[in-house]
């Protein structure tokens, strides 16, 4: 009986255990906004074996809570994915990694259960292994398609004070979300909606929310000691918007909106580098077979730092060293949003940077992508070539399972 190898993916620390592949066909055949890691079957995953073909998917989040509410990505994301079957024409499975459906999510609707202790430790060593993931997928889609914000998104409501009791707040940019709430909770707000205003007061804040909700109960209080009925505000609950409103309230059913391309952010900056990095590895005519891209910009932008990479890693480790460098330099003129809740709160208080290198929970974004593109740096400037026969070997055996002679000579 044959033994089963595994793709190098899978041999990457934590991956097994805490990140699902989940098999194009499934992916090809959701019709609706994605689901959650934790509410698709279990058999729409597989483990990456050495005879299967494995993609993933860099895109940037369009909501704090939801990649792709409006399913904007869906065709353009299938499309690529044709592309890297025709080109690759594996004999076996073709799995993607895609973050949202591939590691445990915050719930999208108050409905749905947190994350599990457990589940939160997961995703923060799954977050890890990202860069990784990028690297040993054969490979990657850059899904780059201008962002859209959902018809009804930040339409104005009004509550009562007492109807945010027990939700915890989180400040995202200039809007102060809800972002927990109490299970079955019967309240007229919704999960990630934001708070405007408390008794007339625009907040922004958590600490302004409570400056201004003590000063609301505080006049509240003193019309009750003189005898006085409240009327300073309404608080008949959700009534739409209403000027007197205790709370005023902003519509946002999937948390936080950005506005940002693909290419402006940070996290993606990274991913792309990755593709730079296989680019610049396999022979220079394969390029085409590790990275495909919606956007021409992405396109060019990942083929000329493989050039620059490769003809850097000729003349050695300080010539590769400081074109890296370049690299390092170059994200930091990217936005660090955060838009993904997970990365905003710095989900399992890691942020992805390795065991040894344990941050508080206030770590910026910006902090936590620079740590993980360096950490790759430098595991890169001292094993290059490994790498790069790594990388060369994996192209051999893609090459021989299409029967593709020419590559397999290389």
């Not at 369009?62 to 079957?85: F, R």
């Not at 709430?181 to 008794?199: E, I």
């Not at 001292?382 to 893609?398: F, I, K, P, S």
């Amino acid at each position: 009986m044959n033994r089963v190898e595994p793709h190098p993916v899978s041999c990457i620390a934590d991956v097994k255990e805490t990140v699902n592949f989940i098999k194009k066909p499934v992916l090809e055949g959701m019709n609706d906004a994605w689901p959650r890691n934790q509410e698709c079957e279990r058999s729409s995953f597989a483990v990456p074996q050495k005879e299967d073909l494995v993609l993933a998917v860099s895109h940037c989040w369009v909501y704090s809570a939801h990649p792709d509410p409006g399913c904007l990505k869906m065709d353009p994301l299938n499309q690529l994915l044709q592309q890297a079957v025709a080109a690759h024409k594996p004999q076996n499975n073709t799995l993607v990694f895609i973050d949202f459906l591939s590691v445990t999510q915050r719930p999208v609707r108050a409905s749905e259960p947190n994350r599990t202790p457990e589940q939160e430790k997961a995703f923060a060593l799954a977050l890890r292994a990202f860069p990784q993931i990028y690297l040993q997928a054969d490979a990657v889609l850059h899904v780059d398609v201008e962002p859209r914000q959902l018809p009804g998104d930040l339409a104005a409501y009004s509550v009562s004070l007492d109807d945010l009791e027990g939700v915890t707040l989180m400040q995202r940019g200039s809007n102060l979300h809800i972002v927990k709430m109490p299970p079955d909770s019967p309240y007229p707000v919704r999960l990630y909606d934001a708070v405007d205003a408390v008794g007339g007061v625009k907040v922004r804040t958590v600490e302004e929310f409570e400056a201004a909700k003590a000063q609301l109960k505080e006049a509240k209080l003193k019309q009750a000691a003189q005898g006085m009925g409240w009327f300073g505000f309404c608080s008949a609950g959700r009534c739409g918007d209403c000027s007197a409103a205790e709370v005023r309230m902003k519509s946002c059913s999937y948390g936080s909106y950005s506005p940002l391309t693909a290419g402006q952010k940070g996290w993606v900056y990274l991913e792309r580098f990755a593709s730079m990095v296989k680019g610049a590895m396999v022979p220079e005519d394969q390029i085409e077979s590790v990275a495909f891209s919606t956007s021409a910009e992405a396109t060019a932008e990942i083929h000329e730092g493989a050039r620059r990479l490769r003809a850097a890693a000729a003349l050695g480790r300080d010539k590769l060293l400081e074109s890296m460098q370049y690299f390092v330099d170059r994200l930091e003129e990217k936005h660090f949003t955060a838009v993904s809740l997970d990365k905003a709160n710095n989900t399992g208080g890691v942020g992805g940077v390795s065991k040894d290198k344990l941050v508080q929970k206030t770590l910026r974004d910006a902090d936590i992508v620079g740590q993980l593109m360096r950490e790759l740096v430098d595991d890169l400037a001292n094993n290059w070539e490994r790498e790069q026969t790594r990388q060369r070997q994996r192209q051999l055996v893609l090459a021989v399972s299409r029967g593709d002679l020419k590559a397999a000579t290389q």
